[in-house]
Nanobody
Framework: QVQVVESGGALVQPGGSLRLSCAAS????????IRWNRQPPGERREFVAAIAKGGITNYADSVRGRFTISRDDAKGMVYLQMESLIPEDTGVYYCHAWNHDVWGKGTPVTVSS
């Protein structure tokens, strides 16, 4: 059974940093494209970043240059390093195993002073 579990969400001040983790199991991880999406309060879920086999990455314009997605195939982990956080980054962050279309339950991030 394919599962993805997010962790690392927290309350952080504007300008701060945070690292989210996504643990995936039950699949051949190195071939899986993993995406991070987020859902701001009262809004629709939106794409944040993705990483494919071999480490090919893609980012939403709103986070490019501030967020970095990476993967550790040996551990079955994907990370989202978030820098220079702004209040608009607030939301629930979801990990998505794209090839299998499996979502995690999300981890909340709040950027506020």
């Amino acid at each position: 059974q394919v599962q993805v579990v997010e962790s690392g969400g927290a309350l952080v001040q504007p300008g701060g940093s945070l690292r989210l983790s996504c643990a995936a199991s039950g699949l051949d991880f190195k071939f899986e494209t993993i995406r991070w999406n987020r859902q701001p309060p009262g809004e629709r879920r939106e794409f944040v970043a993705a990483i494919a086999k071999g480490g090919i990455t893609n980012y939403a314009d709103s986070v490019r240059g501030r967020f970095t997605i990476s993967r550790d195939d040996a551990k079955g982990m994907v990370y989202l390093q978030m820098e220079s956080l702004i209040p608009e980054d607030t939301g629930v962050y979801y990990c998505h195993a794209w090839n299998h279309d499996v979502w995690g339950k999300g981890t909340p991030v709040t950027v506020s002073s």
